[in-house]
């Protein structure tokens, strides 16, 4: 399934996060593409938070990887936008991660090609006009992501 959102302001792209975390079984994993600045780390914070995680999202920039633990939920928030080569991943324990319980969101996947575990979800996110255009993908229906669309 593919389910292509336009969302005017940040506040949209945020319920958007909580409701696609209502989808996340333990061990998904999601890509999060798009350019710089336009919403991959926004979106990451929000489907964390639906995640219920109470402690503050902080931005991977150069961390690489911050990992929270929520009530149901083991999540791992990488940033590969400063990965120099996919074999560097190893070193962020990419392996120990990647273990069927952690929820893994992957900003930057296209660094980390050949060395990233395959992908359940896939979101693209665009500048549209006025806001954002997000294509979320993967392969089954997303009953929260249609109910977020028929809101
Ligand atoms: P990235 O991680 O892709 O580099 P960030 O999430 O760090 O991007 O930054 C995205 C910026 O875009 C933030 O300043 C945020 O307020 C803004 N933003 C997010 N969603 C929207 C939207 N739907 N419309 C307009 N601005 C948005
Ligand atoms: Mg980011």
Known sequence: MEYRIHLSDEAQMCALGEA?????????VVLLKGDLGSGKTTFAGSVI???????????????????Y???T????????YRLND???LEGLGIRDRCD???????????NGAGALPQAHWEV????????????????????AIEAFIAS
């Open 20 to 28: 696609f975390a209502l989808e996340l079984e333990p061990g998904a």
């Open 49 to 67: 938070r639906g995640l219920g995680c109470a402690s503050p999202v902080v931005s991977p920039t150069y961390t690489l990887v911050e990992e």
């Open 69 to 71: 633990i929520t009530i």
């Open 73 to 80: 939920h083991l999540v791992c928030h990488f940033d590969l």
């Open 86 to 88: 996919p074999n560097e």
């Open 100 to 110: 069927g319980k952690r929820v893994l969101l992957i900003e930057w996947p296209e």
């Open 124 to 143: 693209q996110i665009d500048y549209a006009d006025l806001g954002r255009t997000v294509c979320i993908q993967g392969g089954r229906p997303a009953k």
